[in-house]
């Protein structure tokens, strides 16, 4: 174990990883990341991830196309081949008030460059075969979207990270961070103390306990999140966009592998940190299915995935320095858009801990937002 490093990083996920690349390549020699397990144990391991701009507010879609952009360019920066398939994100609209609400998400989409837009049911079926154009009236569509491979974006980063000197340690838990004089002095983990001056929470749905160890309030809420896999399919199924129902949460999209991937945001699941995959959920995904995509309803898989998401009470991430202690820093609480948000956040990380400006004002991101708030997350997933 090293005794000392000028910047530590708590998690070795997907944000973490970026952090790291981002703040080596920016000539941050002495860089150290901390992680409990492996690299991409947590969410990041994830199968598939999703990645778009499509959102309702202009921080978030920036955040989004900024990523977009640097996961198409991730085999040369930093260089790693992470799977990239872009083939859009569907929203499926049922009903005329969902798509009042989307064509106004898709208008300030447009203004910041975003080629999204409201399509008819008849091109809804196109795009996506399974999908019974009876039974919506529009979609939402930005064919610029699509999805990549989580795991590999993680090893990617911390290669590169690795190769500019950054250093990983890993099984190795941090227990306590020191501070003294209302700034950082020193992170103690299983393996030994490491004497520093700069914390970065990285920590997923663990970050509310490594933000109170320096007193720092995360609020952060662990909330298992499953998908299943079908294994392949005969007939293989047709290249299709990743598809959401807006009304249910069911989503779906092809796995890479000649099967589809299924998910659905169960709004019977209550947050805490348990990641054992069971199929209760399916119940209600078969439910909407039959309405949506009945194609899909008596569908049998043959394996699943359970992980966290990291909520926070508007599920919205939580960004930006500790006011009250001096060399605390944070990116955590996604709700479920870590990935598809990693290669900003980790430039905005970077320029936050250099001084610089970052390209966008995370101001409204800032865990300050809580503060005498007593909100309580919800459990469904903001798809929006």
């Given at each position: 174990m090293v005794h000392s490093a000028e910047?530590?990083?708590?998690?070795?996920?997907?944000?973490?990883?970026s952090?790291?690349?981002?703040?080596?390549?920016?000539?941050?020699?002495?860089v150290l990341v901390l992680e409990r397990d492996e690299p991409a144990s947590g969410s990041s391991g994830k199968p598939i991830g999703g990645i778009r701009a499509q959102f309702s507010?202009?921080?978030?879609?920036?955040?989004?196309?900024?990523?977009?952009?640097?996961?198409?360019?991730f085999t040369t920066r930093p260089g790693a081949d992470i799977g990239i398939e872009s083939v859009g994100y569907l929203?499926?609209?049922?009903?005329?008030?969902?798509?009042?609400?989307?064509?106004?998400?898709?208008?300030?989409?447009n203004e910041l460059g975003v080629r999204s837009r409201i399509i008819t049911p008849r091109e809804t079926h196109e795009l996506c075969p399974y999908v019974d154009p009876h039974s919506v009236v529009a979609a939402a569509y930005s064919p610029d979207d699509g999805y990549a491979l989580p795991k590999a974006a993680v090893h990617g980063y911390l290669r590169a990270a690795r190769r500019l000197g950054a250093t990983l340690r890993t099984h190795c838990t941090v227990t306590g961070i020191d501070v003294g004089g209302g700034r950082v002095r020193a992170v103690r983990t299983t393996s030994g103390t490491v004497r520093t001056s700069t914390v970065v929470c990285a920590a997923g749905p663990w970050s509310a306990a490594v933000g109170a160890m320096a007193g720092v309030e995360l609020p952060v809420t662990p909330?298992?999140?499953?998908?299943?896999?079908?294994?392949?399919?005969?007939?293989?199924?047709?290249?299709?966009?990743?598809?959401?129902?807006?009304?249910?949460?069911?989503?779906?999209?092809?796995?890479?592998a000649g099967?589809?991937?299924?998910?659905?945001?169960?709004?019977r699941q209550e947050p805490g940190f348990g990641r054992e995959f069971s199929q209760e959920w399916l119940e209600p995904f078969r439910e909407a299915a039959a309405r949506r995509a009945p194609a899909l309803a008596g569908l049998q898989v043959r394996s699943g995935w359970?992980?966290?998401?990291?909520?926070?009470?508007?599920?919205?991430?939580?960004?930006?320095?500790?006011?009250?202690?001096?060399?605390?820093?944070?990116?955590?609480?996604?709700?479920?858009?870590?990935?598809?948000?990693?290669?900003?956040?980790?430039?905005?990380?970077?320029?936050?801990y250099l001084d610089r400006t970052p390209f966008i004002d995370v101001g409204p991101l800032a865990a300050?937002?809580?503060?005498?708030?007593a909100a309580a997350v919800r459990p469904e997933a903001h798809i929006i």
């Open positions: 910047v530590v990083i708590v998690g070795g996920g997907v944000v973490g990883a952090i790291a690349f981002h703040l080596a390549e920016a000539g941050v020699r002495d507010d202009p921080l978030n879609i920036r955040l989004g196309q900024r990523s977009l952009e640097a996961w198409r360019a929203f499926l609209l049922g009903n005329e008030a969902e798509v009042a609400t989307f064509q106004q998400a898709v208008d300030v989409q909330l298992r999140r499953q998908i299943a896999l079908t294994g392949p399919l005969s007939p293989a199924p047709p290249r299709v966009p990743f598809t959401l129902d807006f009304d249910s949460t069911l989503y779906f999209h092809n796995d890479g099967g589809l991937v299924l998910g659905l945001s169960d709004p359970a992980g966290l998401y990291e909520m926070t009470p508007d599920r919205n991430a939580l960004i930006g320095r500790a006011g009250g202690v001096n060399g605390f820093l944070y990116a955590t609480g996604f709700s479920g858009h870590g990935f598809l948000q990693a290669p900003a956040v980790g430039e905005i990380v970077r320029d936050l300050t937002r809580f503060e005498g708030h």
